[in-house]
Nanobody, 126 residues
Framework: QVQLVESGGGLVQAGGSLRLSCAAS????????MGWFRQAPGKEREFVAG?????????YYSDSVKGRFTISRDNAKNTVYLQMNSLKPEDTAVYYC??????????????????WGQGTQVTVSS
């Protein structure tokens, strides 16, 4: 069983930066696509960013974060990261990482992902 543990969330002022980490254990991390999702209060979960199975591999971003967020992974450390810059109050949400065993593609629907972390809160104050 794959376990995913997020860290790095917190409270930051608008315009600031945070770096989220997601450490994986169990399974074969370097064969999974990884994604970051978020869910704000009263809203549906939404895709934020995804990365293919290779370190330095393909990435894909939602329009709302493109140019501000960067996803990366270190397969030697079984960890995926989300660098978030120029944060806005509308980025406030619980952020989740997820693993997709179909590592050859980056999918944007949470229903396609097989494993999920517990989430980490990101709050951006105006």
């Amino acid at each position: 069983q794959v376990q995913l543990v997020e860290s790095g969330g917190g409270l930051v002022q608008a315009g600031g930066s945070l770096r989220l980490s997601c450490a994986a254990s169990g399974g074969t991390f370097n064969s999974y696509s990884m994604g970051w999702f978020r869910q704000a209060p009263g809203k549906e979960r939404e895709f934020v960013a995804g990365i293919g199975w290779r370190s330095g591999g393909r990435t894909y971003y939602s329009d709302s974060v493109k140019g501000r967020f960067t996803i990366s992974r270190d397969n030697a450390k079984n960890t995926v990261y989300l660098q978030m810059n120029s944060l806005k109050p509308e980025d406030t949400a619980v952020y989740y990482c997820a693993a997709d065993r179909a590592g050859f593609t980056i999918r944007t629907s949470g229903d396609d992902y097989d494993y999920w972390g517990q989430g980490t809160q990101v709050t951006v104050s105006s």
